[in-house]
């Protein structure tokens, strides 16, 4: 198995692709920088219609080799500016699964030039008892950009979480602050994959757009690759807080952190290749990597659109654990996405074509 490394290297290209601005249908400026990373390994690599790029590694192996498809979206949740109310202050629809509570005071950045603003509301002194009992509404916020954004910022530009990385603790605890980890954490894994791809397998890399939105993207990449099996490289939400209220254990955390990748056996969107877990599964024991189930039940991934295509694709998703994923700041562990890199890798470089042979059962 190769021994990948989370280092400072990995950490900065991740640093970097967390403060791209690259929201759901703009894409354009994480593909960039995912280009300049894979430059110079020479890999086949097209851009299709939608903004997915699609990276080609063949393997060396001789005889017969599976295509792999593996899968990570480049594009985060966000917003999108739909009106204008003059003197730099902006109307705004959400682009993907946000909480209009979590966006009261958020520093931004808008369109192209990245101008800077803050997501404005009523202040509290000028609140009724009515209104603050009744929470926040999406039409009651704004984007302010103080006069900024006078004359460059445009209907239909995005804007996202502004930039707040940074590395907090050390050791086995120490975890990583951003925003869009989810899942640009899935891109820097899967951006290490294409440097170190297995011999075994044909390395189909899809870096895809819209999975905020509905999975257009990986719809579109899967039927262009048409792989043997599908893997789905993605940040799910850990909720592993105590319970505040009462002595009872937290039993509903869907991931934990520190407990390693999480495997998906069931979300809303797939039924996991039963084949395809009990390959991880086993794999993960022989390399002795911890791993958790992610617990069974809403939620989804690029797998969800993938696994439908053409004649049916087997398909995993394999994420990293993290906290308070959607708002302006959300929390993983390092060791985790060490152990989801060794796990995927040395899945990935102990498959081979006897590996759907038997029934999905």
């Known amino acids: 198995m190769a021994n990948l490394k989370i280092g400072s290297t990995q ?22 920088l995912i280009l300049e990373e894979l430059g110079d390994l ?44 003059k003197d730099g202050i902006y109307k705004f629809e959400v682009v993907g699964g946000l909480s209009a509570a979590q966006l009261v005071g958020k520093p931004v950045v808008v369109g192209k030039e990245l101008i800077p603003g ?15 009992s009744s929470g926040v509404s999406l039409d009651s916020l704004r984007i302010d950009t103080g006069g900024a954004g006078n004359g460059k910022v445009k209907i239909g530009d995005r804007a996202a979480f502004a930039p707040y990385f ?13 925003k869009a980890l989810d899942d640009r954490i899935g891109v820097a894994s899967l951006i290490e994959l294409v440097r170190n791809a297995p011999e075994n397998i044909d390395l189909l890399a899809a870096f895809t757009t819209q999975e905020e939105i509905g999975v257009r993207g990986a719809q579109v990449a ?12 993605d940040c799910s939400p850990a909720h592993d807080l105590p319970h505040w209220d009462d002595d009872e254990e937290n039993t509903r955390y869907n991931t934990r952190l520190g407990a390693g990748p999480a495997l998906y056996v069931a979300d809303k969107g797939t039924l996991s290749d039963p084949r395809l877990v ?63 890199l060794r796990l995927v890798h040395a899945a990935l470089s102990g498959m081979n074509p006897s590996l759907l042979n038997t029934e999905r059962v």
């Open 278 to 340: 009990r390959h991880f599964t086993a794999t993960a024991g022989e390399a002795g990597v911890p791993f958790q189930f992610r617990q069974a039940g809403g939620g989804g991934t690029d797998a969800s659109a993938i696994h439908k295509v053409r004649a049916g694709i087997p398909s995993i998703s394999v994420s990293v654990p993290g906290r308070y994923l959607h708002t302006a700041a959300s929390i993983v562990r390092v060791s985790d996405w060490q152990n989801t």
């Open 11 to 32: 950490i900065k290209l991740l640093e970097n692709l967390c403060g791209t601005l690259g929201v759901s249908g703009h894409e354009v400026k994480v593909r960039k």
């Open 166 to 178: 940074a590395v907090l603790g050390s050791g086995r605890t120490r975890a990583l602050r951003a």
């Open 222 to 233: 899967a039927h262009a690759f048409d792989p043997d099996l599908a893997v789905v490289l």
């Open 118 to 132: 803050v997501i404005g509301f009523k202040p509290i002194h000028l609140t009724t008892a009515s209104e603050r």
């Open 42 to 85: 020479g890999a086949e690599h097209t851009v299709d219609a939608l903004g997915n790029l699609l990276v080609t590694r063949k393997g060396t192996r001789r005889g017969r080799r599976l295509r792999v498809m593996v899968a990570a979206h480049m594009d985060e949740v966000g917003l999108m500016v739909s009106g204008d109310d």
